[in-house]
């Protein structure tokens, strides 16, 4: 495994973090958890990153519970606030209020003292900048969390936060998660350069795009059961990608793949890791074994003309805009 700072922090996290989105949270998927987070320790993975609102505190849950067995000073562990916890008005949102009830609420589903890094889930527009930050650094002061980072907030924002921090003498974000693969790259244009400059890193999320860039899924082809894509009603996000012209695309990168003696997904993540910018890429997985194949891509290195072709083949789905 390889290590990166985390932006402009002092905070080393593994390239490929695991991820609990959709994943982890019900009985039957407790000891899928367990196990992924045992190959994922094994293999050098050291960043753990979960949400409140998966599954309503149950992602936590078993988050918390598969890393129990684990020095605590050994990993770093992750968590967010935004999105509802309940029905009332005060249950959602970057309130002083949400995020110290949330905050509390996440330390004990997670059985822990502590959250290395907190996220805001989204940009609240209803609540004060100012406010969100204010109590982001107290939590921080409190020793409740280490470092505040937020997820899929926009340059404008970031450097309005970036202000703000500066003006108030208060501790920076570090990091900002947005979505990042092969088809969606909207972070490149304005999200890359600015955080960059103000010491940001991007640990993003979705980097196969759904399980699309495993090339699991073919033109013409029905789609496998049991896969994320079978139930394209429940994941519209998926269904989305489900087109000939970009399966006929992940096609041409799968042999572009293996022509390099490696697989797909670890094209996908070695294509992501190339950038600077980048400080992990989050994957999920129910079985040990897709951790073992996509800890692999952080040994990859694509030479300059490998990323051309790269360019080449993405370039006949240009202006694709997945539903997000």
Known sequence: MKYRNVGNSGLKISEIGLGSWLTYGTAAEQEAAHACIAKAVELGINFF?????????????????????????????????????????????????????????????????????????????????????????????????????????????????????????????????????????????????????????????????????????????????????ADASVNHVISSYMNDAVLNCVQELDKLAKDQGINLSQLALAWILREPGISAALIGATKPAQIEENVKAVEVTLQPEICDEIERILKQVEGFEPLR
């Open 49 to 229: 990153d979960t949400a409140n609102a998966y599954n309503r505190g149950e992602g936590e849950k078993a988050m918390g519970a598969a890393l129990k067995p684990y020095r605590r000073e050994s990993y770093v562990l992750s968590t967010k606030v935004y999105f509802p916890m309940d029905s009332g008005p005060n249950d959602r949102g970057l309130s002083r209020k949400h995020i110290m009830e949330q905050c509390e609420a996440s330390l004990k589903r997670l059985g822990t003292d502590y959250i290395d890094i907190y996220f805001c889930h989204r940009y609240d527009h209803n609540t004060p900048l100012e406010e969100t930050l204010r109590a982001l650094d107290d939590l921080q002061a409190q020793g409740k969390i280490l470092y505040a980072a937020v997820s899929e907030w926009s340059a404008a924002q970031l450097t309005d936060a970036y202000g703000i921090g500066k003006r108030l003498n208060l501790r920076p974000l570090i990091a900002n998660q947005p979505i990042y693969n092969m088809f969606e790259r909207y972070i490149e244009h304005e999200v890359l350069p600015v955080s960059s400059q103000m010491g940001i890193g991007q640990i993003v999320f979705s980097p196969l795009a759904q399980g699309i860039l495993t090339g699991k899924y073919k033109p013409g082809q029905p789609v496998p059961t049991g896969s994320r894509g």
